[in-house]
């Protein structure tokens, strides 16, 4: 076995297990594959043994590497979004995970709109508010929401966060429930056109702590693909 095909089969039991923890079954939780900066080939491999959903962080990747997959592919953007670059992966992802500005949904309506079709979006929120993070205040996304409701070609499909780096994953349980807390009280509130059935969060390093506060999709890369390599 290759190890990507390995690394995978590894993953899959680990969610199977972490979700059964949290009284789910593992159809309930959607393995992300994050590929930035890696190659097609590894990319072909993955999705050769089953991976269907990958992750990038920037639109300029997305548009490179697009056509050499196959259209089965479900393409998610996950990293910071700028509203000028919305218009190029419109037509390309299943979903973007890093809304947290009513300007950038506000865009990403007009963008949809335009091609005719409904994007679903997940707001990013910041637990631990570093400034260096982006992603709303658990604060401001009650009143940013009632907003991005309005909005017709968007629909609000819950929340994502990235917690911070930690050196045991335990240190992030109490990340996980604030965020899986913050979407029992958003969905508790109806509010129009804003659904809170996805929690996209946990990486590599702490996927099984967030499974079992109730994540229902991960983004793993490093466990699934090896270290990045960023040049210069
Ligand atoms: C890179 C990245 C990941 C994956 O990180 P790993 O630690 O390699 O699993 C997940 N989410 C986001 C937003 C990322 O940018």
Redesign the pocket.
């Known amino acids: 076995m290759t190890n990507i095909q390995m690394n995978l089969s590894n993953i899959h039991k680990n969610i199977e297990e972490a979700a059964l923890t949290s009284g789910r079954d593992k159809e309930a939780v959607t393995l992300i594959g994050?590929t930035?900066t890696k190659p097609i080939d590894d990319m072909l491999k993955a999705v050769q043994h089953g991976l269907i959903h990958v992750?990038e962080?920037k639109v300029q990747e997305i548009r490179q590497k697009y056509d050499a997959l196959p259209n089965t592919v479900k393409w998610h953007m996950?990293?910071h979004l700028q509203t000028n670059k919305v218009k190029y992966i419109m037509d390309k992802v299943t979903m973007i995970h890093s809304v947290d500005s009513i300007r950038l949904a506000e865009k990403i309506n007009q963008e949809a709109e335009k091609i005719g079709r409904i994007m679903d979006i997940l707001i990013q929120v910041n637990v631990v508010d570093e400034a260096t993070k982006f992603g709303l205040s658990l604060q401001s996304v009650m009143q940013v929401l009632k907003v991005i409701g309005r909005f017709k070609f968007i629909q609000v499909k819950g929340l994502m966060t990235?917690a911070p780096y930690v050196i045991n994953p335990e240190d992030n349980r109490a990340v996980f429930k604030k965020i899986k807390q913050l979407s029992v009280d958003i969905k508790s509130k109806n509010l129009n056109n804003i659904s809170m059935d996805i929690l996209s969060m946990g990486?590599?390093?702490d996927y099984k702590v967030a499974i079992e506060e109730g994540a229902t999709m991960v983004?793993?890369?490093?466990?699934i693909f090896g270290k990045r390599m960023y040049k210069g």
């Open positions: 994050v930035k992750g962080n996950i990293g990235i990486m590599t390093n983004r793993v890369g490093t466990g």
